[in-house]
């Protein structure tokens, strides 16, 4: 075999040639520095860090207690608004059908009286017309007793040549009136 030539420089005597932690001789400064910074570090979070972050979550739950608190006493008073906003409503509603119910009764009250009185005027108009074409019939009537007087003394001057006599006439007139 060839030989194998090392290119790391050989250890320095009274060394193992590793790293120093792994030292066993230098382990007893290492700790006392570990112990040392480990105490000072616990002490500062102990007494800076920790104090302040309780104080922050402290202060974070009061605020979120009182935002809590806050929104249920609006909660409560929408509450208590929308009900007495519900209880106009109601009561704007039952005056408005109340309201209505009058107004509705009233417009019949005025319709009954106005259709009342068109009655009245049409039923005496209607009787004044009744009444006149009972005066027509009578007027009309009169002249056809004439007119029929006049016409059977014309038949019967015509057919018998002589001039009926007026009470015979009459008499013949009434008897076909009656019958």
Same mark, same amino acid.
């Given at each position: ?8 420089? *050989?250890? *320095? #005597? ?13 382990? *007893? ?13 616990? #002490? ?11 104080? =922050? ?15 249920? &006493?609006? &909660? ?5 608004? !929308? +009900?007495?906003?519900?209880? +106009?409503? !109601? ?11 009058? #107004? ?5 009250? &005025? ?7 068109? +009655? ?57 009136? =009656?019958?």
């Amino acid at each position: 075999m060839v030989g194998t030539a090392s290119t790391t420089p *050989p250890p *320095p #005597a009274g060394g193992s040639g590793g790293l120093p932690q792994f030292d066993i001789s230098n382990w *007893p400064g290492q700790i006392v520095w570990i112990l040392l910074i480990f105490a000072v570090l616990y #002490a500062f979070m102990a007494w800076v860090i920790l104090p302040r972050i309780s104080g =922050a979550i402290d202060d974070r739950e009061e605020k979120i207690s009182g935002d809590v608190g806050e929104a249920r &006493r609006l &909660r409560d008073k929408a509450q208590a608004e !929308a +009900e007495a906003a519900a209880l +106009e409503v !109601a009561q704007a509603r039952a005056q408005g059908l109340r309201l209505a119910a009058q #107004a509705q009764t009233e417009a019949k009250a &005025r319709a009954a009286a106005r259709q009342a009185e068109e +009655e009245a005027r049409l039923n005496a108009l209607v009787s004044a017309a009744e009444s006149r074409i009972a005066e027509a019939r009578a007027s009309a009537m009169g002249h056809v007793t004439s007119i029929a007087q006049d016409a059977a003394a014309a038949m019967v001057e015509r057919l018998t040549g002589v001039a009926a006599n007026q009470g015979e006439l009459d008499r013949a007139l009434a008897s076909s009136e =009656a019958a």
